[in-house]
Protein backbone atom coordinates (compact mmCIF):
# COMPACT_ATOMS: atom_id res chain seq x y z
CA UNK A 1 0.00 0.00 0.00
CA UNK A 2 1.86 2.85 -1.04
CA UNK A 3 1.05 6.99 -0.87
CA UNK A 4 3.07 8.90 -3.35
CA UNK A 5 3.17 12.40 -3.73
CA UNK A 6 0.13 13.44 -2.33
CA UNK A 7 -0.86 17.07 -2.13
CA UNK A 8 -4.10 18.45 -0.90
CA UNK A 9 -5.13 22.18 -0.51
CA UNK A 10 -8.84 22.35 0.87
CA UNK A 11 -11.28 25.18 -1.07
CA UNK A 12 -10.18 28.13 0.36
CA UNK A 13 -7.81 27.37 2.87
CA UNK A 14 -4.51 30.00 2.60
CA UNK A 15 -2.09 26.98 2.81
CA UNK A 16 -2.03 23.57 1.84
CA UNK A 17 -2.29 20.55 4.01
CA UNK A 18 -0.60 18.10 2.48
CA UNK A 19 2.93 19.02 0.45
CA UNK A 20 3.81 15.69 -1.13
CA UNK A 21 3.37 13.13 1.44
CA UNK A 22 5.02 10.07 0.39
CA UNK A 23 4.80 6.51 2.43
CA UNK A 24 4.49 3.11 2.01
CA UNK A 25 3.00 0.62 4.53
CA UNK A 26 2.72 -3.21 4.65
CA UNK A 27 0.00 -5.19 4.06
CA UNK A 28 -0.47 -7.41 7.35
CA UNK A 29 1.22 -4.77 10.07
CA UNK A 30 -0.34 -2.46 12.08
CA UNK A 31 0.83 1.05 11.12
CA UNK A 32 0.95 3.86 13.09
CA UNK A 33 0.03 7.41 11.70
CA UNK A 34 1.48 10.30 13.69
CA UNK A 35 1.60 13.60 14.00
CA UNK A 36 0.68 16.74 15.44
CA UNK A 37 -2.37 18.47 15.55
CA UNK A 38 -2.84 19.90 11.86
CA UNK A 39 -0.19 17.66 10.70
CA UNK A 40 -2.65 16.11 7.87
CA UNK A 41 -3.80 12.71 9.54
CA UNK A 42 -7.21 12.85 8.74
CA UNK A 43 -6.83 14.23 5.79
CA UNK A 44 -4.37 11.31 4.48
CA UNK A 45 -6.86 8.65 5.57
CA UNK A 46 -9.67 10.40 4.38
CA UNK A 47 -8.22 10.58 0.53
CA UNK A 48 -6.95 6.91 1.24
CA UNK A 49 -10.37 5.88 1.69
CA UNK A 50 -11.83 7.88 -1.43
CA UNK A 51 -13.61 10.37 1.04
CA UNK A 52 -11.64 13.47 0.28
CA UNK A 53 -10.05 14.07 -3.29
CA UNK A 54 -6.34 14.84 -3.52
CA UNK A 55 -5.08 17.73 -5.13
CA UNK A 56 -1.97 15.73 -6.83
CA UNK A 57 0.02 12.44 -6.41
CA UNK A 58 -1.21 8.99 -6.02
CA UNK A 59 -2.36 6.63 -3.75
CA UNK A 60 -2.08 2.49 -3.95
CA UNK A 61 -4.70 0.48 -1.51
CA UNK A 62 -4.30 -3.89 -1.74
CA UNK A 63 -2.57 -2.95 -5.41
CA UNK A 64 -5.06 -1.20 -6.60
CA UNK A 65 -4.74 2.54 -7.85
CA UNK A 66 -7.44 5.02 -5.50
CA UNK A 67 -9.67 5.83 -8.22
CA UNK A 68 -13.05 6.00 -10.29
CA UNK A 69 -12.74 2.73 -11.74
CA UNK A 70 -11.35 1.03 -8.08
CA UNK A 71 -13.45 2.74 -6.01
CA UNK A 72 -16.12 0.57 -4.88
CA UNK A 73 -13.70 -2.86 -5.08
CA UNK A 74 -11.28 -0.54 -2.35
CA UNK A 75 -14.47 -0.18 -0.88
CA UNK A 76 -15.88 -3.27 -0.05
CA UNK A 77 -11.65 -4.14 1.04
CA UNK A 78 -11.61 -1.11 3.82
CA UNK A 79 -13.32 -0.17 6.75
CA UNK A 80 -12.69 3.01 7.99
CA UNK A 81 -13.19 3.96 12.13
CA UNK A 82 -14.01 7.75 11.72
CA UNK A 83 -12.70 10.08 14.28
CA UNK A 84 -16.35 11.16 15.14
CA UNK A 85 -18.68 8.88 16.76
CA UNK A 86 -20.55 8.15 13.45
CA UNK A 87 -23.47 6.20 14.56
CA UNK A 88 -27.35 7.35 14.66
CA UNK A 89 -27.91 8.18 18.78
CA UNK A 90 -31.57 7.52 18.54
CA UNK A 91 -31.60 3.77 17.43
CA UNK A 92 -30.12 0.72 19.42
CA UNK A 93 -26.20 -1.04 18.80
CA UNK A 94 -28.47 -3.30 17.20
CA UNK A 95 -30.80 -1.05 15.26
CA UNK A 96 -27.01 1.07 14.08
CA UNK A 97 -25.06 -2.18 13.07
CA UNK A 98 -27.95 -3.48 11.17
CA UNK A 99 -28.42 -0.38 8.81
CA UNK A 100 -24.64 -0.84 8.40
CA UNK A 101 -24.93 -4.58 7.86
CA UNK A 102 -27.04 -3.96 4.94
CA UNK A 103 -25.20 -1.36 3.40
CA UNK A 104 -22.10 -4.65 3.41
CA UNK A 105 -25.07 -6.70 1.55
CA UNK A 106 -25.77 -8.66 4.78
CA UNK A 107 -28.98 -9.39 5.98
CA UNK A 108 -31.03 -11.81 8.17
CA UNK A 109 -30.05 -14.56 10.35
CA UNK A 110 -26.26 -14.30 9.19
CA UNK A 111 -26.17 -10.76 10.15
CA UNK A 112 -27.47 -11.01 13.25
CA UNK A 113 -25.01 -13.65 14.57
CA UNK A 114 -21.88 -11.83 13.19
CA UNK A 115 -23.45 -8.40 15.21
CA UNK A 116 -24.11 -10.69 18.11
CA UNK A 117 -20.84 -12.13 17.94
CA UNK A 118 -19.03 -8.36 17.90
CA UNK A 119 -21.49 -7.54 20.26
CA UNK A 120 -19.82 -10.43 22.75
CA UNK A 121 -16.37 -9.20 21.78
CA UNK A 122 -16.57 -5.84 22.48
CA UNK A 123 -18.74 -6.20 25.88
CA UNK A 124 -21.68 -5.10 24.70
CA UNK A 125 -24.01 -7.92 24.54
CA UNK A 126 -26.06 -6.62 26.99
CA UNK A 127 -26.73 -2.95 25.81
CA UNK A 128 -27.43 -4.42 22.20
CA UNK A 129 -31.07 -3.07 22.76
CA UNK A 130 -30.45 0.25 23.91
CA UNK A 131 -29.98 3.59 22.40
CA UNK A 132 -26.52 4.13 21.39
CA UNK A 133 -27.40 7.92 22.52
CA UNK A 134 -27.28 6.93 26.11
CA UNK A 135 -24.09 5.02 25.95
CA UNK A 136 -20.85 5.74 27.38
CA UNK A 137 -17.82 7.43 25.36
CA UNK A 138 -16.13 3.73 25.70
CA UNK A 139 -19.16 1.94 24.21
CA UNK A 140 -20.33 4.66 21.77
CA UNK A 141 -16.44 3.89 20.43
CA UNK A 142 -16.84 0.42 20.52
CA UNK A 143 -19.84 -0.05 18.27
CA UNK A 144 -17.94 2.82 15.70
CA UNK A 145 -15.09 0.00 15.24
CA UNK A 146 -18.00 -3.03 14.98
CA UNK A 147 -20.22 -0.52 12.47
CA UNK A 148 -16.30 -1.03 10.23
CA UNK A 149 -15.69 -4.31 10.57
CA UNK A 150 -18.92 -6.83 9.81
CA UNK A 151 -17.80 -7.13 6.07
CA UNK A 152 -14.39 -8.36 7.56
CA UNK A 153 -12.15 -5.56 6.27
CA UNK A 154 -8.06 -6.94 4.60
CA UNK A 155 -7.57 -2.99 5.43
CA UNK A 156 -8.97 -1.65 8.23
CA UNK A 157 -8.40 2.12 9.17
CA UNK A 158 -9.13 3.79 12.31
CA UNK A 159 -8.55 7.63 13.08
CA UNK A 160 -7.65 7.69 16.71
CA UNK A 161 -9.99 4.96 18.10
CA UNK A 162 -8.95 5.39 21.86
CA UNK A 163 -9.66 8.98 21.80
CA UNK A 164 -11.04 10.02 25.48
CA UNK A 165 -11.90 5.94 25.95
CA UNK A 166 -11.10 4.77 29.76
CA UNK A 167 -8.00 2.53 30.56
CA UNK A 168 -10.83 -0.83 29.93
CA UNK A 169 -12.54 -0.01 26.72
CA UNK A 170 -8.64 1.27 25.34
CA UNK A 171 -7.28 -2.43 26.41
CA UNK A 172 -9.79 -3.99 24.77
CA UNK A 173 -9.80 -1.80 21.78
CA UNK A 174 -5.92 -2.63 21.15
CA UNK A 175 -6.32 -6.51 22.07
CA UNK A 176 -8.81 -6.52 19.37
CA UNK A 177 -6.59 -4.87 16.90
CA UNK A 178 -3.48 -7.19 17.49
CA UNK A 179 -5.63 -10.26 17.45
CA UNK A 180 -7.80 -8.49 14.05
CA UNK A 181 -3.82 -8.37 12.62
CA UNK A 182 -2.65 -12.14 13.72
CA UNK A 183 -5.62 -12.84 11.50
CA UNK A 184 -3.87 -11.49 8.90
CA UNK A 185 -5.57 -8.39 8.64
CA UNK A 186 -3.72 -4.90 8.01
CA UNK A 187 -4.59 -2.11 10.18
CA UNK A 188 -3.84 1.49 9.71
CA UNK A 189 -4.10 3.90 12.79
CA UNK A 190 -3.69 7.36 14.23
CA UNK A 191 -3.11 7.92 17.59
CA UNK A 192 -1.56 11.14 19.98
CA UNK A 193 -0.63 8.61 22.71
CA UNK A 194 2.54 7.43 21.77
CA UNK A 195 3.09 4.83 24.61
CA UNK A 196 -0.15 2.74 22.58
CA UNK A 197 1.50 2.98 19.26
CA UNK A 198 4.99 1.82 20.76
CA UNK A 199 3.27 -0.96 22.01
CA UNK A 200 1.16 -2.09 18.98
CA UNK A 201 2.68 -1.12 15.89
CA UNK A 202 5.37 -2.98 13.94
CA UNK A 203 5.84 0.03 11.77
CA UNK A 204 5.02 3.69 12.39
CA UNK A 205 5.30 6.85 9.84
CA UNK A 206 5.83 10.18 11.63
CA UNK A 207 4.52 13.47 9.49
CA UNK A 208 4.16 17.10 9.88
CA UNK A 209 3.13 19.96 8.07
CA UNK A 210 1.70 17.94 5.41
CA UNK A 211 5.15 15.79 4.63
CA UNK A 212 6.50 12.47 5.95
CA UNK A 213 9.28 12.83 8.47
CA UNK A 214 10.33 9.55 9.41
CA UNK A 215 9.48 6.09 8.99
CA UNK A 216 10.46 2.87 10.69
CA UNK A 217 9.71 0.52 13.55
CA UNK A 218 9.47 1.98 17.01
CA UNK A 219 12.17 -0.34 18.56
CA UNK A 220 14.50 0.84 15.12
CA UNK A 221 13.57 4.85 16.03
CA UNK A 222 14.97 4.25 19.17
CA UNK A 223 17.83 2.45 18.35
CA UNK A 224 18.86 5.19 16.03
CA UNK A 225 18.40 8.06 18.79
CA UNK A 226 20.77 6.93 22.05
CA UNK A 227 19.28 10.42 23.60
CA UNK A 228 15.47 9.03 23.47
CA UNK A 229 14.01 6.55 25.59
CA UNK A 230 10.84 5.48 23.83
CA UNK A 231 8.72 6.90 21.25
CA UNK A 232 7.84 10.23 22.33
CA UNK A 233 11.14 11.32 22.67
CA UNK A 234 11.66 10.26 18.83
CA UNK A 235 8.13 12.31 17.91
CA UNK A 236 9.79 15.17 19.68
CA UNK A 237 13.39 14.92 18.11
CA UNK A 238 11.84 15.24 14.63
CA UNK A 239 8.36 17.47 15.43
CA UNK A 240 9.83 19.73 17.96
CA UNK A 241 8.15 21.37 20.82
CA UNK A 242 6.11 24.32 19.48
CA UNK A 243 2.78 24.11 20.03
CA UNK A 244 0.66 23.75 16.92
CA UNK A 245 -2.62 26.13 16.34
N1 LIG B 1 -12.38 20.65 5.54
C1 LIG B 1 -11.31 21.42 5.72
N2 LIG B 1 -11.25 22.66 5.19
C2 LIG B 1 -10.16 23.45 5.35
N3 LIG B 1 -9.05 23.07 6.02
C3 LIG B 1 -9.06 21.84 6.57
C4 LIG B 1 -10.18 20.94 6.45
N4 LIG B 1 -9.88 19.79 7.10
C5 LIG B 1 -8.64 19.96 7.61
N5 LIG B 1 -8.15 21.18 7.29
C6 LIG B 1 -6.82 21.70 7.63
O1 LIG B 1 -5.85 20.80 7.11
C7 LIG B 1 -4.75 20.67 8.02
C8 LIG B 1 -4.59 19.18 8.35
O2 LIG B 1 -5.75 18.79 9.09
P1 LIG B 1 -5.99 17.27 9.52
O3 LIG B 1 -7.31 17.23 10.21
O4 LIG B 1 -5.78 16.39 8.35
O5 LIG B 1 -4.80 17.07 10.56
P2 LIG B 1 -4.62 15.98 11.69
O6 LIG B 1 -3.18 15.57 11.65
O7 LIG B 1 -5.62 14.89 11.54
O8 LIG B 1 -4.91 16.84 12.99
P3 LIG B 1 -5.48 16.40 14.45
O9 LIG B 1 -4.39 15.65 15.12
O10 LIG B 1 -5.72 17.74 15.09
O11 LIG B 1 -6.73 15.61 14.24
C9 LIG B 1 -5.07 21.55 9.21
O12 LIG B 1 -4.41 22.77 9.04
C10 LIG B 1 -6.57 21.73 9.14
O13 LIG B 1 -6.96 22.96 9.69
Do not use: W
Not at 13 to 42: E, M, R
Not at 137 to 150: E, F, P, S, V, Y
Amino acid sequence: MEVKELHKTYAGALSPSLQGLSFTFGAGKVTGLLGPNGAGKTTTISILCGLVKAGGGQVHILGMPQDAAHREDIKRMIGVVPQQIALFPQLTAMENLRYFGNLYGFKGKALHDKISHYLQLFGLDKAADKEVGKFSGGMKRRTNIIAAILHEPKLLVLDEPTAGVDVQSRAMILQFLRDYNRQGHSVLYTSHLLEEAQQICEDVVIIDEGKMVVQGSPAALIQQHPQCRNLEDVFLHYTGHAVRD
